[in-house]
């Protein structure tokens, strides 16, 4: 049974950076997309950053580009959410999950919630002006 645990999240003024780890525990394999998600009450979760464990390739929305990176430790079986410049409008939950279908190593994964099968509890990001 896969089981996604996030830490990293907290309180940080505008312009600073934190960083958001998902530990992985079961079987994760190198061809399912994994990603993060963020939402806040009253509005959907967004996929902010995606990527293929098998390749690295990663896809983020305009929203974070240039500001956000996600990557992966393979050998930790860790996820990694680096975000910098933040700003307000980024506080939000923020989830790390896993896809149960395997996907070929040239697709891009996505940034659909409902595709994700497997979710952490959430850490919570606040960004205060």
């Known amino acids: 049974q896969v089981q996604l645990v996030e830490s990293g999240g907290g309180s940080v003024q505008a312009g600073g950076s934190l960083r958001l780890s998902c530990a992985a525990s079961?079987?994760?394999?190198?061809?399912?997309?994994m990603g993060w998600f963020r939402q806040v009450p009253g509005k959907e979760r967004e996929g902010v950053a995606t990527i293929y464990p098998g390749t690295g390739r990663t896809y983020l929305p305009d929203s974070v580009k240039g500001r956000f990176t996600i990557s992966r430790d393979n050998a930790k079986n860790t996820l990694y959410l680096q975000m910098n410049s933040l700003k307000p409008e980024d506080s939000a939950m923020y989830y790390c999950a896993l896809e149960s279908r395997v996907r070929s190593s040239y697709e891009v994964c996505p940034t659909a919630a409902s595709l994700y099968n497997y979710w952490g509890q959430g850490t919570q990001v606040t960004v205060s002006s």
């Open positions: 079961g079987y994760i394999g190198s061809a399912r997309c």
